[in-house]
């Protein structure tokens, strides 16, 4: 695959978590989660995303939001779990998708709030219709996702490379 191919980051927070007392790593979805994962797995399959590669949290919340949204999806994607997703900054993020291999087209990330709220607004240099006010009027919550399109190698991301060209939540 060229690097001036197109490619997209699918930036999917995880849903709704329980509060427990065991660790914040560990805890599991409420049942809104549970009710919304796949919803969001639906949207993605039906906005045409095919996502070669998922990286994902090793929290809970995230490995089960994942899990509940992939089987709505045309097809089951390499799944890679990595551990540097929890509670990672805007750098660290940005960091992991640099090391993405350009074989990879569309990269699904399943993380955390502030996170994945920051990473997409930090690549969206351009924005398709009204999707960054509503994602910011909204703050990212808790399973919804953006889609951000750029060209170029993952190694070429950065601050302003893409363009926003969906968001959605499960209250829209």
Request: include cysteine; glycine fraction near 8%; charge should be negative.
């Amino acid at each position: 695959m060229s690097v001036d191919t197109p490619r997209r980051i699918v930036l999917l927070r995880h849903a709704k978590a329980e509060w427990s007392q065991d660790s914040d790593h560990e805890r599991p979805l409420a049942e809104r989660g549970r009710k919304d994962a796949p919803v969001a797995g639906r949207k993605l399959a039906g906005a045409g995303i095919d996502v070669d590669l998922a990286l994902c949290s090793t929290a809970a919340r995230t490995r089960e939001t994942w899990k509940l949204a992939v089987h709505e999806m045309p097809r089951r994607p390499r799944t890679v779990y990595e551990e540097r997703l929890y509670e990672a900054s805007l750098g660290e993020l940005i960091a992991l998708v640099n090391e993405t291999s350009d074989d990879v087209r569309d990269l699904l990330v399943i993380s955390h709030n502030p996170g994945m709220h920051a990473l997409a607004d930090a690549l969206a240099g351009e924005v398709e219709g009204d999707a960054l006010a509503r994602m910011n009027r909204s703050g990212f919550p808790t399973a919804a996702f953006a889609v951000v399109e750029f060209n170029g190698s993952w190694k070429g991301v950065e601050h302003g490379v893409g363009r926003l060209v969906e968001y959605w939540t499960p209250n829209d």
